[in-house]
């Protein structure tokens, strides 16, 4: 007979600083310029060499509307090169390509990231060749000496020698992130969608993956082969896609993956707020707080100072659950397009805080961009900027590449059906450091409610109950067991409890993740004896 131990806990959730200053002491400048044609373009993959970028896939156009969309004329089906510090760009015909790589190669929202001189592109999702919608089973590695090479000499028959191909439904994964950290890959999130898109119908096939993939590519220099490590299976916490992930300092010499925010939760139309560390074998969440300002794909730097032991994610506008409009913080559950330039930092006591940045956005950009940085820009580590070793004048960062650009004042035009008013963005935003007043007063995020929130496990009828206040209008709840999967799902409104029977769990340990009027994500863990 099972007995749940009688538990009565309090616990008070209280977001925002710590402290009343950041130790991000610069402001940032960001001048725009046309930039070439050819490379008006988002969701796209990169690998570069020096100052020159070979670009891959990618979007012509805007958001997509409600029916549709990722057509075949609305891909950049050539390679790109350009030249990141004179604004020039050329095509080069990826023609004489097998026609499945040529397909993947051309898709948008793939997993990319760069290993050296290597660049290795996953999955992602377009209609291809032969007029089907598919996300693509591909995993792609690029010899990029070898491919500027046969540029040089406009050898296009000789391309693929500097391409490995391998299919495997495992990669057929799009709006996912991939990263190399600590000597191996790891593929965070995602989803595969195959057919066409149509908000009003499920004619479509949909799955998430829920996991992180952690992999090595054996011989990547000559043949080529997969060996999967593990796989970190969570049916919550990874069901996400068009997420940021990034290399993050989470202490004093420890750097980790830091998966950000994505959408959408399981069975409600809200992006994740929490965020999670990634180990080798599993994953950590970070407590006491949410993310509130930055829940999309975008432009990201990260900043480290040794000597404060303070670390911060920068976040260039995007599409976000929340806003502020002169100076209040607005709430719009449609996660529209926002110009808020965000952080996320970690300081020495290991507390976390989102803040608003004092600057903005020249327009509604970034989602769906990247941060190039400047080759001579100090790196703590890949992505992460030596904030020590700044100048403490004014220093050229980086650009923002590419993204979807939101022209019209309407916050949310894929909604009112008019994603006419979106496209490729048109401009190279140029971004500089400026320096700011030391330990700058700032204004930390935080909820418009400060919730108190109780969980008592009763012995005698083996529940659990949550007594929150103020009341919440409503509340989902999600319970995890230790393998990651969802064991029940519980939605109330206001007033109603909210009453979790265990009598049917085996013994273990769970985790409970609930949200509050969808913009509030908190989550406790607790035994089954």
């Not at 999702?125 to 070898?146: G, Q, R, W």
């Not at 230790?482 to 064991?487: D, F, L, N, S």
Request: charged share 20%.
């Amino acid at each position: 007979m099972k007995i749940i131990r009688s538990i009565f806990v309090f616990f008070e959730i209280i977001f925002g600083f710590h402290f009343g200053f950041s130790q991000f002491n610069y402001r940032f400048q960001i001048d725009t310029v046309r930039i070439h044609e050819l490379m008006k373009m988002h969701s796209f993959a990169y690998g570069r060499l020096g100052d020159t970028l070979y670009v891959f896939g990618g979007r012509k156009d805007g958001v997509h509307n409600k029916s549709g969309g990722f057509e075949l004329n609305g891909s950049n089906r050539d390679l790109i090169i350009y030249d990141l510090k004179n604004n020039v760009a050329q095509n080069f015909s990826l023609a004489t390509l097998d026609t499945a790589l040529i397909d993947a190669l051309s898709s948008s929202n793939t997993c990319y990231t760069q290993k050296g001189d290597h660049l290795v592109i996953i999955g992602g999702y377009s209609e291809n060749s032969y007029n089907k919608f598919i996300t693509h089973p591909d995993l792609s590695i690029i010899n990029l000496v070898k491919l500027r090479s046969f540029i040089s000499t406009n050898n296009q028959q000789e391309l693929s020698e500097s391409i490995h191909h391998i299919k495997n439904d495992t990669f057929a994964i799009a709006g996912g992130q991939l990263k190399y950290i600590d000597e191996h890959f790891y593929l965070v999130g995602g989803h595969k969608f195959n057919g066409i898109y149509n908000a009003q119908t499920t004619a479509f096939q949909q799955t998430y993956t829920e996991r992180v993939l952690v992999f090595d590519i054996l011989n990547l220099q000559s043949s080529p082969a997969i060996k999967f490590i593990t796989q970190i299976r969570d049916e919550l916490n990874f069901r996400r896609r068009d997420l940021n992930v990034s290399p993050f300092v989470t202490s004093k010499n420890k750097t980790e993956l830091m998966t950000f925010s994505g959408v959408f939760l399981v069975n409600i139309s809200s992006p994740f707020l929490n965020i999670a560390s990634i180990q080798e074998n599993g994953f950590t969440d970070i407590s006491n707080f949410n993310q509130l300002l930055a829940n999309y794909h975008c432009a990201k730097m990260g900043f480290y100072s040794r000597k404060n032991d303070v670390m911060h994610e920068v976040f260039f506008g995007g599409m976000a659950i929340n806003y502020y409009h002169k100076n209040q913080l607005i709430n719009d559950p449609l996660v529209p397009f926002v110009k808020t330039i965000s952080c996320v930092e970690r300081n020495a006591n290991g507390e976390y805080s989102e803040i608003r940045l004092p600057d903005e956005m020249p327009g509604f950009l970034g989602t769906n961009s990247e941060f190039i940085l400047l080759q001579n820009t100090p790196l703590f580590s890949e992505d992460i900027i030596d904030f020590d070793l700044l100048k403490k004048d004014t220093v050229d960062l980086g650009y923002i590449l590419g993204g979807i650009y939101n022209y019209s004042t309407r916050l949310n035009p894929w909604q009112d059906s008019m994603v006419q008013l979106t496209q490729s963005n048109p401009y190279l935003l140029k971004i500089k450091l400026l320096p700011s007043a030391i330990n700058q007063t700032v204004t930390p995020t935080k909820n418009k409610i400060n919730y108190s929130i109780r969980y008592n496990s009763i012995a005698s009828n083996n529940e659990i109950q949550l007594d929150i206040s103020p009341k919440p209008n409503s509340i989902a709840c999600w319970i995890v067991n230790q393998e990651g999967k969802i064991v029940q799902q519980l939605n109330t409104l206001k007033n109603s409890p909210i009453s979790i029977n265990t009598s049917q769990y085996i013994s273990g340990s769970y985790r409970c993740v609930f949200l509050l009027d969808r913009n509030f994500q908190k989550s406790f863990h607790f035994l089954v004896p």
